[in-house]
């Protein structure tokens, strides 16, 4: 089985007033670079089968334009993908994604401490997910210990770029 970690697009600056932490949304920015993100992604043709999110109107927004550029169904969404989700819990929602190459759409620094663990990284690899950028993984197993290869790691631009 494959995964592909992505992180939501670029949203309203956490402070802003009148707008919670847990409802900002992409701005319309974050909308446009996240949807050429998506379309360098769909270029790839990794097979990606379905979307899981956080339910954070960030996420959820950026797992939907995600659906629509990738000709997947809606996405559903995960208490498991929230802010702060430790990495063991995070990889939990790769069983409840289902499919064979299921897209996880969350924040970081859970998303990078995920990928690290299922890469078997004894602490947390130095890497950081982008806003709108993307790791995909082949997974070995979950169980009892995860394990598996990180094969992709791509910035929103280098995504972007795809796009043209």
């Known amino acids: 089985m494959n995964v592909c970690f992505f ?4 949203a309203v600056e956490p402070g802003t007033p009148g707008i919670p932490d847990d409802a900002r949304p992409l701005t319309p920015d ?3 670079r996240t ?15 379905g979307i899981l999110s956080s339910p954070l109107p ?9 659906a629509k550029a990738l000709g997947l169904p809606r996405p559903r969404t ?7 989700s430790p990495a063991e819990r995070l990889l939990g929602a790769i069983r409840e994604a289902g499919g064979e190459a299921p897209v996880l759409v969350g ?13 078997g990284a004894p602490r947390p ?6 806003k709108a950028g993307m790791a995909f993984a ?3 197993a979950l169980k009892p210990r995860p394990r598996g290869t990180l094969l992709l790691l791509l910035t929103p631009a280098v995504l972007r770029g795809l796009a043209r």
Do not use: M, N, W
Request: a positive charge; hydrophobic letters at 50%.
């Open 78 to 84: 995960s208490e498991l993908l929230l802010p702060g």
């Open 107 to 119: 924040h970081e620094p859970s998303l990078s401490a995920a990928v690290s663990l299922l890469a």
């Open 125 to 130: 690899l130095a890497l950081q997910l982008k």
């Open 138 to 140: 082949a997974v070995d």
């Open 7 to 10: 992180r939501h697009g670029p």
């Open 30 to 32: 974050g909308r446009r």
């Open 35 to 49: 949807r050429a993100a998506a379309r360098g992604l769909a270029s790839l043709r990794l097979g990606l089968d």
């Open 58 to 66: 960030r996420a959820l927004q950026t797992a939907e334009i995600l």
